[in-house]
Structures are given as structure tokens and as C-alpha cells.
């Protein structure tokens, strides 16, 4: 169920609306610091200051379909959040649409890889951008703690992952990910290989119809984005990340946007995650206008 709120520029009901935006006000797991349950009406609110219009893409937000649900009902248990969050993105994709999701936490991302990957069947992929590779088994006591995400994902939905960003992790993750043949760029090879490049890699490499992207904000570097939970310096830098968002954005099926705490900066991280959602939405909006 849904608690209503709303995002400016979000002006279709759910009925006629194509892009379905919803929080998920959760952050149990949390370790460092925790705070991304703020995250969803922060970016809400620091949505206010931007115009609708996108001189990019020559695309008005006000003219696209796009509905807020508001937040998502959370419980104190993760799992129960997750089958929640699982069956709501399930019906969202029913429904024709395409759900974004602002978190919370990472963890949450894995309800809605596991809703589009079923939606999706064969054809499917992800590509995650994040400062870690969460690919702990467990953490704290917790299956579903936000560093174990990708390892959750990998085991029990699909091996087809790209991560870019990369830049933190316990030794036995980067073996892991060696060892595995895993696929993934970290930041430093994005500065020197340059965004563009490793996006067209990342794509044949993923080679799928259908793609789901998730945005752990700690991507991107702390001084573009210093409201977060586990912040790494040496990150992305926002307009790379912008670059990535549009590039992706017209195969995407589903979106997160997680690990923003606001309480942490003065409101630039939400605005950042605000304005990239809102890129995201234009770039996927003008690619179905062009088909
Ligand atoms: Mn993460
Ligand atoms: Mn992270």
C-alpha cells in the first residue's frame, strides 16, 4: 500500500501514466550511517527548484505521463519490505509501466531486480553503478543487508551484471569477483578509459533487450555527493553519471535511485538524485517519441 506524496511534475494519474515514481522510506540495514529513509521527500521537495523543461532532450516534464505513488508501506523487517516492494514493482510492470524507485537502501534493489527479471524472462541484464561491490554473503546478521545486494542478486536472479564505479571493497570481494569472471569498471578506469567507452562496453557485454539500473548514489564522488551512507572519495563525477543515466535510460525497464541521506549535506545529494531521475526520465521519453 501507499502513502500518497507527490513529485513536482508529476501530473498524470496511475492510470494514464507511463513512469511510475515511488519511495521506499527504509534503511534498517544500514550500516555507517544511516538516513536514506529521509532520501524519497528530500528529493521530492529539492525537485521544486528545477524547471520542467529539458533543453537537452527539448522535452517537457509536465507533458510526459509520469505518476507519483507516493512511499511504499515499510515494515521493520527487511524481508517483509522486500516482498512488499516485490510485489508492488510486479504490479506496476503488470500494469504496462515503468517503475522508479527512490530509496532507502541498497538492498531494496533486489525486490525489484527480482520483479523485472521475471517480467523480462531471458532477455535481462543490470547494470549497477556503486563505489562497492556488496558482494558479501552476509553482513551484521542480515542476508538482506545493503552489502550484500549484488551477491543476493548474482546467486538467486542472474549472473548478467555489469558494475561500474567500483572502488571499495574487502579483499575477498575483489578475488570473488576475479574469480568469477565478474564484469565490472571502477572508477579509476572511468577516468582513464572515459564514460563513453565503458558504456558501449558495458552494453554489448550485457547484451539484452531489456535492462535494469540501479544507482547507488556513493558512485559518485563525495564532493558531488556527500549526503550518504558509506561515502568513498575518488568516485564518478556527476556529470558521468548523467552521461550514463541518458545513455541507458532507453533500455531501461525499471530504476532505483538509493542510498541518499539527506541529514548529511544541504540538500545537494537529493538534488543531484533528483536531477538525474528527472534526465533519466527525458532521455527514455524522447527515445519512445523517436521509435
Ligand atoms: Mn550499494
Ligand atoms: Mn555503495
Redesign the pocket.
Known amino acids: 500500500m501507499f502513502l500518497p506524496n507527490s513529485f513536482v511534475d508529476a501530473l498524470a494519474d496511475y492510470k494514464s501514466a507511463y513512469y511510475v515514481i515511488f519511495g521506499v522510506p527504509f534503511d534498517n540495514t544500514s550500516s555507517f550511517r544511516a538516513g536514506s529513509r529521509w532520501a524519497p521527500d528530500a528529493i521530492r521537495q529539492v525537485s521544486a527548484n528545477f524547471e520542467s523543461y529539458n533543453p537537452t532532450f527539448d522535452i517537457d516534464l509536465v507533458d510526459l505521463p509520469i505518476y507519483d505513488a507516493g512511499n511504499l508501506e515499510t515494515s521493520a523487517s527487511v524481508n517483509e519490505t522486500l516482498q512488499n516492494l516485490y510485489e508492488a514493482t510486479k504490479n506496476i510492470l503488470r500494469d504496462g509501466k515503468l517503475p522508479i524507485m527512490l530509496g532507502g537502501e541498497?538492498s531494496l534493489t533486489f525486490a525489484m531486480v527480482k520483479a523485472c527479471s521475471e517480467f523480462a524472462g531471458e532477455d535481462f541484464g543490470v547494470l549497477i553503478l556503486?563505489a562497492?561491490f556488496?558482494l558479501r554473503e552476509e553482513y551484521r546478521g542480515f542476508k538482506h543487508n545493503?552489502a550484500c545486494?549484488s551477491r543476493n542478486i548474482l546467486n538467486q536472479i542472474t549472473e548478467n551484471i555489469v558494475f561500474i564505479g567500483i572502488r571499495s571493497g574487502p579483499e575477498e570481494e575483489w578475488i570473488f569477483a576475479r574469480e568469477n569472471n565478474l564484469k565490472y569498471y571502477t572508477a579509476d578506469d572511468v577516468e582513464y578509459i572515459g564514460v563513453v567507452e565503458v558504456l558501449k562496453k558495458a552494453i554489448e557485454w550485457l547484451d539484452c533487450k531489456h535492462l535494469y539500473l540501479s544507482l547507488?548514489m556513493?558512485a559518485i564522488d563525495p564532493a558531488y555527493a556527500p549526503g550518504l551512507g558509506t561515502p568513498e572519495p575518488f568516485g564518478m563525477n556527476a556529470r558521468d553519471i548523467r552521461t550514463a543515466v541518458r545513455t541507458l535510460a532507453p533500455f531501461t525497464m525499471g530504476l532505483d535511485i538509493v542510498?541518499i541521506a539527506p541529514e548529511y549535506d544541504s540538500g545537494q545529494t537529493a538534488m543531484l538524485g533528483a536531477k538525474v531521475m528527472r534526465e533519466f526520465i527525458a532521455s527514455h521519453a524522447k527515445s519512445r517519441m523517436n521509435l
Open positions: 541498497h556503486d562497492h556488496d545493503h545486494v547507488d556513493d542510498e
